[in-house]
């Protein structure tokens, strides 16, 4: 056979086998990612609800005010917090699904 023929199927192979690692990792991230989306909402939405049967329950105004602050202090930094594990989460997924990739470009050059 060509020499160069052999060359372009281990290439193709190459390519292919990394391209499913990668699919996999991305998965493997996605999953993750909607996960910690999933049960960022559930939270927020049980500290909604919670806040509200306080708020209904509320015997004055400034009491109601207070209750109001408190839920918002807390939305704000569990938004403030879950907004990073995401930014983590989602450089991970771009870490993982281009690994495959190290040093594929560079096989080439090397020869």
Not at 3 to 21: F, S
Not at 48 to 56: A, C, E, V
Request: aromatic content about 10%; overall charge neutral; hydrophobic content about 40%.
């Amino acid at each position: 056979m060509f020499p160069g023929i052999e060359q372009a199927q281990k290439l193709g192979q190459d390519n292919l086998d990394a391209t499913v690692n990668a699919l996999g990792a991305f998965s493997k991230s996605a999953q993750k990612i909607a996960a910690e989306t999933a049960d960022y909402a559930k939270k927020s939405f049980e500290n909604g609800s919670s806040t509200l049967q306080k708020l209904t329950g509320a015997s004055s105004v400034e009491k109601a005010v207070e209750i109001q602050n408190a839920y918002l202090r807390g939305a704000y930094e569990d938004f403030v917090s879950q907004s990073t594990k995401l930014g983590e989460l989602y450089s991970s997924l771009a870490r993982e699904a281009l690994k495959p990739y190290e040093g594929f470009m560079a096989k080439p050059f090397a020869a």
